[in-house]
């Protein structure tokens, strides 16, 4: 997953909790998504972006906030997590051929 | 929603045998790509077929896109046990601002 780095990897919270994923990108893509998969759903898209601070809803958006101060930097907020929202989080950029995927955060909502 | 399906959902094949998956989607498209997820890993790009191509050859991997029928296929020829993994199908649609929509996936076994 080069030029593509997610943190944490691992996180457990509590329901109820804001809980902040990151993205960092070293391709200097424009695109930047975050997506969830979840068994039995495949990958869901949240959200997306397409500029710095400029953002735009996915399918399953609601619970989730996003922003984008730097080419670099993507951020996936849960405002206040929930058991739904356990799931992989995978964040991908958009390169010249297709999608770049970070490795994933599994985030598991007690 | 998804917007492509793959099918089977699980294939399950002997080392040297070729593995074909195939994807059906409802609107139209921009392109087609697939990819491979190792098991605890992000997904993998393998190949892009324009809306305007039929079939797209890289390595072992031939992709096929049917327009008309709103459908591709993936074809791993000689596989081997590494090839195992989930591979998934996913449409840029038209107008989607380079959104992909991505489908449940076929798991693939290969026996050694």
């Known amino acids: ?110 | 929603s998804q917007q492509g399906e793959e099918d089977p959902q699980a294939l399950s094949i002997q080392e040297g045998e070729n593995a074909t998956m195939n994807c059906s989607y409802k609107t139209s498209i921009n392109n087609l790509q697939w990819y491979r997820q190792n098991s605890g890993r992000g997904l993998v790009h393998l190949i892009l077929i324009r809306s305007n191509e039929r079939e797209k050859h890289s390595g072992r991997l031939r992709v096929t896109l049917d327009t008309s029928k709103k459908s591709s296929s993936l074809l791993i020829t000689a596989s081997r046990a590494a090839d195992t993994a989930s591979y998934f199908c996913a449409t840029d649609a038209s107008g989607s601002n380079y959104k992909l929509t991505f489908g449940k996936g076929t798991l693939l076994t290969v026996n050694p």
């Open chain 1, 1 to 110: 997953d080069a030029g593509i780095t997610q943190s944490p990897r691992h996180k457990v919270t509590e329901t109820g909790t804001p809980v902040t994923l990151r993205c960092h990108q070293t391709e200097n893509h424009r695109y930047m998504y975050w997506y969830r998969q979840d068994p039995g759903h495949g990958l869901r898209l949240i959200h997306y972006s397409y500029g710095v601070k400029d953002t735009d809803k996915g399918e399953v958006s609601d619970g989730y906030s996003v922003s984008r101060s730097k080419t670099e930097d993507f951020l996936l907020t849960l405002e206040s997590a929930t058991s739904s929202q356990t799931s992989v989080y995978f964040c991908a950029t958009q390169g010249n051929y297709g999608y770049t995927f970070g490795s994933g955060t599994r985030l598991t909502v007690v």
